[in-house]
């Protein structure tokens, strides 16, 4: 793969959509910083992309710790000119409303929106001197409408949307894409495809979440946010939502 002199920083690099668009824009050339709590579990990204003759840095990151986003944005800048921004944790937890803690409420709430708006706005920061650039921000089904037992995690990804909102009308005329993307059927892990094997102990049909075509694949997903950061300027998508044609919706 070719090179490029500008970088993209992933916050919440997780195993699947994390890596995914980490993976992507290395085969484009582009430098690629990974962050996540724990950041040794990067290791193996980090080989397989570097092998593949790409670049790749993975570090340990709080995305709730504003000196943390701060610093991991300037540490992509300095690599190369920063020219996409992924905000991309999840915070997707289930509990009836009576069992939902305070303390479960206010920790789903900062990794999933406060985390956002703190990525958002440090990549801002960066991207403004540069007079261009991309900020996606990753949603969800409860982006859009709450579910049993997501009061918390609902109500963080509609708070993210709003803050994409408005980024992207205060940016936007800044030269400055902001997008985002409703991540509408479950995605195809190791941790959905258990969640669904324990369901069909009980309820035998949700052995049709299995079946091709029905999860959502995170390279399927990653090419997505590569396609919006082609975009002309006059033709912005500012939210999309992507989900397998056998979805409900």
Not at 21 to 39: D, K, L, M, Q, S
Not at 43 to 55: F, H, R, S, T
Not at 84 to 96: A, D, H, Q, T
Not at 202 to 211: G, I, V
Request: with cysteine; proline share 4%; net charge neutral.
């Amino acid at each position: 793969m070719g090179t490029r002199n500008a970088s993209v920083a992933v916050v919440g690099a997780g195993d699947y959509i994390g890596a995914a668009i980490a993976r992507r824009f290395a085969t484009e050339g582009y430098t690629v910083f990974c962050g996540r709590r724990n950041g040794e579990k990067l290791q193996p990204l980090v080989a397989e992309i570097e092998d593949a003759g790409g670049i790749c840095v993975g570090r340990s990151l709080d995305a709730r710790q504003e000196e943390q986003v701060a610093q991991f944005m300037a540490e992509a800048d300095a690599a190369a000119p920063l020219e996409v921004v992924v905000f991309n944790i999840g915070g997707n937890v289930n509990f009836p409303l009576l069992d939902t803690t305070e303390r479960v409420f206010r920790k789903v709430w900062e990794l999933a929106c406060y985390a956002g708006f703190l990525t958002g706005r440090e990549a801002a920061r960066v991207l403004l001197r540069h007079g261009r650039g991309s900020i996606f921000l990753t949603g969800a089904t409860a982006s859009m409408r709450g579910g049993i037992g997501y009061a918390a995690f609902a109500s963080a990804k509609f708070g993210l949307r709003a803050v994409a909102q408005s980024m992207a009308r205060e940016l936007g005329p800044q030269n400055i894409h902001v997008a985002h993307l409703v991540i509408d059927s479950g995605v195809d892990t190791a941790w959905v495809r258990e969640r669904i094997e324990k369901r069909m102990a009980t309820d035998p049909s949700a052995a049709e979440r299995l079946e091709p075509g029905r999860l959502l694949s995170p390279a399927t997903i990653a090419e997505t946010y590569w396609q919006l950061h082609q975009q002309p300027r006059d033709g912005w998508t500012h939210e999309l939502d992507i989900r397998p044609s056998r979805e409900t919706w």
